[in-house]
């Protein structure tokens, strides 16, 4: 047994269309352990969730053009699998949850019969049996009178509820690994609370790995163990939680820290990233981030940087890192 | 009495008193009872010219109804709005429009806001053009100036929202809000549509504006780490009701409702060192179709007594301008406390109740 459980080398998206070509993802490498909680965190349009859905093998072709060395999921080989087994190994073997809930759900089925469908399909169980799992796994989540529930149709349950469900719905199987993408974007920051602490309960009693992909630092900073930082396509920066977050070595990873809204700041002003992730079909020459970075120099203008590993296990892809930081 | 502690020693330039919203809710049968929604119930306050007021809550505590009461989108079931000392609801039509175009709103959604067959000219436009005596070379020289002012270029201006990111349209919808020189601007969750790394700029630009216009804000918003250090005075609203509500020094250095404090607690940090202890709230918010009786918090409340089953809690001040709706602030009678309403309420019967109202 292996200690990796996702394995990702050198995928490639691209997204030929009228005019140019979309690189939406330029040679990821993502490595996720066994039990481990990884985030991917970046700006919208940087290619996380084409990353996500790449892993899943979800991206139709046409549109996408992927390329990829390795897609290894707990030492099974996934890249040369027809769309046939590959259903059976999603749900089962990994699971996805999705950003909005209510598109997310079928809105014209029970909540309940969505669930037992994952068990009726991956599982020989008979109808009763996997009812009485749907419910158990709605219990699991925290779905109050899970037994009723289950008989509602998505648009009668909460926000923070359906999410549940869609919780309920990625773990049903125990897979090995979960994808979450964005799961508490659209919610209040009170029910966003409340369904973190389930994903990440659920995720550390049942030693299930999880790749998280978010934009919100903060919820990076309660879940996750391992960060990748993703800009424009590529990986800018690789650390553990603790050591990204006490010492950020790239400029871009320094400007997201300091963008989230903190209760302690007394700053009249809000520190900001200026401009914006650079259009996919338009990137700049060299350094992806050198428009936006405060530390460019003639060099991050005309050439990109590589993802220099350092000792400690961490990765950056930075001319200029930044030392040590004192203040934050 | 003052929600704001007036600080300019001028008459507010919006006052609310009183205000509560009900929505019928449509019947099942012909002739079942008629049941209503209490989005807004008994809502007093005061907003200074050239403030920001924010208003703090979960989804479905009435904030938004609260604000849209505000810009007379929602016509009251009860009490008064004035706006520049005029009752808004008992203005003339004309007037009614000539105060509404001294307030606007800019969205949550910036993606649902903007009409996607409009072009970004079109879109910023339009308020002007309703409003009519201005020539197409004035109106074109007035977008041109608000779309510069607001991060954009002049290329832009025939492009579709659809080329736009969520930043970049909450920047048109921004334009499109300020180019009648309103005094007072209604921002229903600006920012909670976009990434987090893009909040600051379009706080930022907000607060810009509002320092070069003098312009009053409301500011709604669900997490109050945003609207900390951008906001002089803040209510915070559950199921309806005011629960708090003080000059923003005051509630933030020292929240008194276990709401706020529940709230404050869910904001997450970047503090990886520090370790976090949560007050997490257990379940939703209630339906607002028949809330609990008694304090409007108390099935969600960690400290719920007994007697805040039964007996709604006044709005009490405990310091100037601070005032907060919770019986452990504002304590029982004695006689109250003889009848044991202080006692906390036992499990049991917070479960029955619970699902009594969830069903």
Known sequence: MTDTMLEVRNLKVAFPCVGGVIRAVEGIDLTTKRGECVALVGESGCGKSVTALSIMKLLRTPPSVSRIDTLQLDGRDLTHLT????????????????QDAMTALNPVMTVGKQIDEVYRRHTKLGRKESRRRTVRALELVGVPEARSRADSYPH????????RVLIALAFACMPKLIIADEPTTSLDVTIQAQVLDVLKSMQQDHGVSALLITHDLSVVANMADTVYVMYSGKIAERGTVFELFTNPLHPYTRGLLASVPKLSDDKQVFVQIPDTVPHPMHKPEGCYFHPRCSHATNRCEQRMPRLEALEDGREIRCWHPLGQVSEL | MSATGNRLHSDPLLEMSGVSVDFPVKRAYPFSKRRWIQAVTDVSLQIAEG??????????CGKSTLANAMIGMVRPTAGTVRFQGDD?????PRAFKDARRNMQMIFQDPFSSLNPRFTVYDIIREPLYIRGGISEADMQRKVLDLLRLVGLDEEDLRRNPSDFSGGQRQRIGIARAIILNPRFLVCDEPVSGLDVSVHAQILNLL??????????YVFISHNLAVVKNISQNVLVMYLGKVMEAGASDALFANPLHPYTKALLSAVLDVDVQGSHDRILLKGDTPSPIDPPKGCRFWQRCPFAMKGCRTIPAELTEVESGHRVACHRVSGFSSEQRAAGLHRPVSESVEDEDLSSQAG
């Open chain 2, 88 to 92: 808004l609801y008992a203005l003339r």
């Open chain 2, 207 to 216: 607060m810009e504006i509002q320092r070069d216009r003098n312009l009053t």
């Open chain 1, 83 to 98: 769309e046939r087994d590959m259903e059976r190994v999603r749900g089962k073997d990994m699971a996805m949850i999705f």
């Open chain 1, 156 to 163: 009668e349950l909460s926000g923070g509820m359906r999410q």
């Open chain 2, 51 to 60: 403030e920001t007021f924010s208003i703090v809550g979960e989804s479905g």
